[in-house]
């Protein structure tokens, strides 16, 4: 049976992803015993570096994969040795008009960038419609990025803070939809708006709920300027960092560890059972932390949660490519293609297309995704052979394909849906994927797809949905308590992704979490 330093821990931390990892540093810097659990072999829960095609040298991000919402202060409070790289292109959307290849390549060339909105649209208003658009968010982003590590603040003093009716409205009140067709009249260029509120969320452009709206702010706020950085090293430097961090602060670190239940008793310290493969055991925390899910936070303390089942939409695939493909578009290198966020079939009508298919319980027929090249960016997720020889690793991202699509059959429907979903990239190469793809030591193609359904058996994430639940608001609502990490149980906090300002690589819940247990 697992032998710890303690028999009872000012603080038990239930999951060792990086949210709880977060806590734990902070914790253990400020003098307290904690005891982290964690279910797997290894901590970092979705943030996690993995070599998934068998005898290669390439350690990818396997799951989550770009860095926005994770805040410096967090980085400095806890001295960790982690960095982000910002791309040099935002994003390249390819699309064939009159019968010509073409495409919107947005970077930090204003002029090149103004000149590729006039190509495609015919004129500068689109541009300086972009312009101003993303000049309101940003201003958005400036105001409410910073109190994400404060106490939660009201709805009226987030307005406050904001200090502009019209973007309030905008993103706070009205369907994100109106905005994106009073400012665009391009459907590209509509579309490629549209897709950061869609982003692990699974709605129309019109939702009356403002999911859509929740999912668009989080995208946007990240650091202030909304960029969405490469971690250095890959996601799991991020985790190595923390662990390092936790430990050196003198924080216990336990995998293999599962936790079946949380006996509260009341005011006192709370009872926190486990299984090892040795059996089960008990240890007792004067607070326990919980990394995972409200769902799961609900089962483990016996009661019914209190939301309905939350429900992934997304397909991750993860390649492996001897060298990137060659584009139809020949205006465009592809090291600059895929810098950034490449676009595929994410118009605005194909994506309102796509929701229409996958609400009626179908799979879209044009699948609309988005790619990611991190080794332009950081080589070093390769090894030195693989760099010399011109390897490149491509992250595709899956929209509109709720986990309910894979019920009946999950392994035929990700085959049939990774089919369609490369076959709307190909369209606008000049050779097929499969013709880059390198091979692992086993002859097999370096390409893995993962469903909703294969989140949730892998990392639960209840549903496959990447965030725990839907996004919140950041502010406080009834019942949210002063950092938005509070349950019913004064001893008991939620500490991962569910979290109100949950969501993403941020370690924002963990270091709430942290502050309420320290009273501040």
Same mark, same amino acid.
């Given at each position: 049976?697992?032998?710890?330093?303690?028999?009872?821990?000012?603080?038990?931390?239930?999951?060792?992803?990086?949210?709880?990892?977060?806590?734990?540093?902070?914790?253990?810097?400020?003098?307290?015993?904690?005891?982290?659990?964690?279910?797997?072999?290894?901590?970092?829960?979705?943030?996690?570096?993995?070599?998934?095609?068998?005898?290669?040298?390439?350690?990818?991000?396997?799951?989550?994969?770009?860095?926005?919402?994770?805040?410096?202060?967090?980085?400095?409070?806890?001295?960790?040795?982690?960095?982000?790289?910002?791309?040099?292109?935002?994003?390249?959307?390819?699309?064939?008009?009159?019968?010509?290849?073409?495409?919107?390549?947005?970077?930090?060339?204003?002029?090149?960038?103004?000149?590729?909105?006039?190509?495609?649209?015919?004129?500068?208003?689109?541009?300086?419609?972009?312009?101003?658009?993303?000049?309101?968010?940003?201003?958005?982003?400036?105001?409410?990025?910073?109190?994400?590590?404060?106490?939660?603040?009201?709805?009226?003093?987030?307005?406050?803070?904001?200090?502009?009716?019209?973007?309030?409205?905008?993103?706070?009140?009205?369907?994100?939809?109106?905005?994106?067709?009073?400012?665009?009249?391009?459907?590209?260029?509509?579309?490629?708006?549209?897709?950061?509120?869609?982003?692990?969320?699974?709605?129309?452009?019109?939702?009356?709920?403002?999911?859509?709206?929740?999912?668009?702010?989080?995208?946007?706020?990240?650091?202030?300027?909304?960029?969405?950085?490469?971690?250095?090293?890959?996601?799991?430097?991020?985790?190595?960092?923390?662990?390092?961090?936790?430990?050196?602060?003198?924080?216990?670190?336990?995998?293999?560890?599962?936790?079946?239940?949380?006996?509260?008793?009341?005011?006192?310290?709370?009872?926190?059972?486990?299984?090892?493969?040795?059996?089960?055991?008990?240890?007792?925390?004067?607070?326990?932390?919980?990394?995972?899910?409200?769902? %799961?936070?609900?089962? =483990? *303390?016996?009661? /019914?949660? &209190? @939301?309905?089942?939350?429900?992934? #939409?997304?397909?991750?695939?993860?390649?492996?490519?001897?060298?990137?493909?060659?584009?139809?578009?020949?205006?465009?290198?592809?090291?600059?293609?895929?810098?950034?966020?490449?676009?595929?079939?994410?118009?605005?009508?194909?994506?309102?297309?796509?929701?229409?298919?996958?609400?009626?319980?179908?799979?879209?027929?044009?699948?609309?995704?988005?790619?990611?090249?991190?080794?332009?960016?950081?080589?070093?997720?390769?090894?030195?052979?693989?760099?010399?020889?011109?390897?490149?690793?491509?992250?595709?991202?899956?929209?509109?394909?709720?986990?309910?699509?894979?019920?009946?059959?999950?392994?035929? %429907?990700?085959?049939? =849906? *990774?089919?369609? /979903?490369? &076959? @709307?990239?190909?369209?606008?190469? #000049?050779?097929?994927?499969?013709?880059?793809?390198?091979?692992?030591?086993?002859?097999?193609?370096?390409?893995?797809?993962?469903?909703?359904?294969?989140?949730?058996?892998?990392?639960?994430?209840?549903?496959?949905?990447?965030?725990?639940?839907?996004?919140?608001?950041?502010?406080?609502?009834?019942?949210?308590?002063?950092?938005?990490?509070?349950?019913?149980?004064?001893?008991?906090?939620?500490?991962?992704?569910?979290?109100?300002?949950?969501?993403?690589?941020?370690?924002?819940?963990?270091?709430?979490?942290?502050?309420?247990?320290?009273?501040?």
């Amino acid at each position: 049976m697992t032998t710890f330093g303690r028999d009872v821990y000012d603080d038990v931390i239930v999951g060792g992803g990086h949210n709880g990892l977060v806590a734990a540093a902070y914790l253990a810097r400020a003098g307290r015993a904690v005891l982290v659990l964690e279910r797997l072999g290894n901590t970092g829960g979705a943030a996690v570096s993995t070599r998934p095609f068998a005898g290669v040298d390439a350690r990818l991000s396997r799951y989550s994969y770009l860095v926005s919402l994770l805040p410096p202060k967090i980085v400095r409070d806890l001295e960790l040795r982690f960095a982000v790289r910002r791309r040099t292109v935002s994003s390249y959307t390819p699309v064939e008009r009159d019968g010509r290849p073409g495409g919107l390549l947005v970077g930090s060339d204003e002029q090149r960038t103004r000149e590729s909105f006039a190509r495609l649209t015919g004129s500068d208003r689109e541009y300086e419609n972009w312009r101003a658009f993303y000049g309101t968010t940003g201003q958005v982003a400036r105001a409410v990025f910073p109190t994400l590590t404060e106490p939660l603040p009201t709805r009226g003093e987030l307005r406050a803070r904001i200090d502009d009716e019209a973007a309030w409205r905008m993103l706070f009140e009205e369907p994100l939809g109106q905005a994106v067709e009073a400012r665009f009249a391009d459907d590209l260029v509509r579309g490629v708006v549209l897709t950061d509120g869609l982003i692990g969320t699974f709605a129309d452009a019109h939702d009356p709920s403002l999911v859509q709206n929740r999912c668009f702010l989080y995208h946007v706020i990240g650091g202030g300027t909304g960029d969405w950085d490469v971690p250095v090293g890959g996601m799991g430097a991020l985790t190595d960092a923390l662990v390092t961090a936790a430990r050196a602060a003198g924080a216990e670190i336990a995998t293999g560890h599962e936790v079946l239940r949380i006996d509260t008793h009341g005011t006192g310290p709370a009872e926190v059972v486990f299984r090892t493969a040795a059996g089960e055991g008990r240890v007792v925390g004067r607070t326990v932390l919980v990394n995972a899910s409200p769902r %799961a936070l609900a089962e =483990l *303390l016996g009661e /019914t949660p &209190a @939301q309905p089942a939350p429900e992934g #939409a997304q397909l991750k695939v993860n390649m492996l490519l001897r060298r990137l493909p060659r584009l139809r578009d020949t205006s465009v290198d592809p090291r600059e293609a895929f810098g950034g966020t490449f676009h595929i079939a994410e118009g605005y009508g194909e994506l309102a297309r796509a929701h229409a298919e996958a609400a009626s319980g179908e799979l879209p027929s044009v699948p609309p995704s988005e790619i990611y090249c991190h080794s332009l960016t950081d080589p070093t997720i390769l090894g030195p052979e693989l760099v010399e020889q011109g390897y490149q690793t491509l992250t595709l991202f899956g929209l509109h394909t709720p986990a309910r699509l894979f019920g009946h059959d999950n392994q035929q %429907a990700r085959e049939v =849906l *990774l089919a369609a /979903t490369l &076959a @709307q990239l190909d369209a606008h190469l #000049a050779e097929p994927l499969t013709d880059c793809l390198a091979f692992d030591a086993d002859g097999r193609p370096c390409i893995e797809a993962k469903t909703p359904l294969d989140l949730e058996r892998e990392l639960r994430l209840p549903g496959g949905h990447i965030f725990h639940r839907d996004l919140s608001w950041p502010y406080a609502e009834a019942g949210g308590g002063r950092w938005g990490v509070e349950t019913a149980h004064r001893n008991v906090l939620l500490c991962g992704a569910g979290a109100v300002r949950g969501g993403g690589v941020s370690g924002v819940p963990g270091h709430n979490a942290a502050m309420a247990v320290l009273g501040h």
